[in-house]
């Protein structure tokens, strides 16, 4: 913030401050409408078995969040059905 001198400056000040919260508001919206999108069911899926250069798209911190949460469940899922599996043959 720069120093206020008269009025004018203050004006100035407060237009470049509501811009600015109007900007991250946007972000906010954009992350969320991200997160949101991401919950489905099929673009967990389609995230989890796409390319990286697909993933890497994604610039939002929520579908960044929620993809890499997916995929840690899903790698865990799938290898306890692995040892599940495994231990059928075993037998």
Known sequence: MNKIKNTSDL????????????????????????????????????????SEEKIKSNTGFFSKWFYQLITEKMKKATDEIQKKVMSWFEK
Do not use: C
């Open 11 to 50: 004006r100035k000040e407060k237009e470049n401050l509501r811009q600015r919260k109007d900007e991250l508001e946007k972000s906010i919206h954009y992350d969320w409408r991200d997160f949101k999108e991401n919950l489905t069911v099929k673009n967990a899926l389609d995230q989890i078995f796409s």
